[in-house]
């Protein structure tokens, strides 16, 4: 009989991990209620360092906004009419 991996971790189990924003540990599976826990990671690994995955992502995330901010401020109309479609 084949071994279904596709839900398999690094662990060589089929649960996730996930890291409980309370107590600040890993878990596996879904033991705590979802507004306690982030993920589902990888590995245990990847859940221990969940705080420092989601600190990356939101520096990514800010310096997205702050380039779409900036787009938007240069392609604001500054009553020239100019680039402009209307007549």
């Given at each position: 009989?084949?071994?279904?991996?596709?839900?398999?971790?690094?662990?060589?189990?089929?649960?996730?991990w996930y890291f409980n924003?309370?107590?600040?540990?890993?878990?596996?599976?879904?033991?705590?209620?979802?507004?306690?826990?982030?993920?589902?990671?990888?590995?245990?690994?990847?859940?221990?360092?969940?705080?420092?995955?989601?600190?990356?992502?939101?520096?990514?995330?800010?310096?997205?906004?702050?380039?779409?901010?900036?787009?938007?401020?240069?392609?604001?109309?500054?009553?020239?009419?100019?680039?402009?479609?209307?007549?």
């Amino acid at each position: 009989m084949a071994q279904d991996t596709q839900n398999m971790n690094d662990d060589g189990g089929n649960e996730q991990w996930y890291f409980n924003t309370v107590t600040g540990k890993p878990e596996l599976g879904k033991l705590s209620p979802v507004n306690q826990r982030s993920g589902p990671y990888k590995s245990r690994k990847d859940a221990e360092n969940a705080w420092k995955i989601a600190k990356k992502r939101n520096e990514v995330w800010d310096e997205q906004n702050r380039k779409w901010n900036a787009w938007d401020r240069a392609g604001e109309d500054d009553g020239s009419g100019e680039g402009s479609d209307s007549e």
